[in-house]
């Protein structure tokens, strides 16, 4: 998939929209989730314009993903995630149902956040 200048993420690193910023460096922007699932619920996003972390991985500089991964722990470190643990999850695709298509990572916390996934029958 290509990448969508609109997409609202984008909107956000430019500006035209606003949010709740947490963290931010030269790699990374970190921000409240508008519809959090979790006392704590934070998505850390690269600057650069990657669609999924399967574009990321093959796409970006080392300097890219090293720094990316480094905001994602000083978010959480930020957020005072660190003791009480938390999670990290990034939807990649159809099957993960990705709503947005920029990279972003989820940090869930505050809580505790039960089971990874709902166990399916069969
Ligand atoms: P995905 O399903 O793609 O992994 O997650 C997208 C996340 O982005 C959702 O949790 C959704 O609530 C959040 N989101 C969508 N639009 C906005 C927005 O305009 N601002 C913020 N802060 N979060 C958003």
């Known amino acids: 998939m290509s990448y969508d200048d609109n997409n609202v993420f984008a909107r956000i690193l430019r500006g035209e929209l606003p949010c709740r910023k947490v963290y931010e460096d030269d790699h990374a922007l ?43 722990g000083r978010t959480a470190e930020r957020l005072g995630l660190k003791e009480g643990g938390y999670r990290v999850l990034s939807n990649c695709g159809r099957d993960a149902n990705q709503e947005v298509p920029h990279l972003h990572v989820h940090i869930f916390g505050g809580a505790n956040l039960g089971p990874m996934l709902r166990r399916r029958d069969g």
Request: hydrophobic residues 50%; proline residues 7%; negative net charge.
């Open 30 to 72: 970190a921000f409240h989730d508008i519809n959090p699932l979790a006392p704590v619920h934070v998505l850390v996003i690269p600057k650069g314009r990657y669609v999924d972390m399967s574009d990321f991985t093959e796409n970006a500089s080392d300097a890219e993903i090293a720094g990316f991964f480094r905001a994602v």
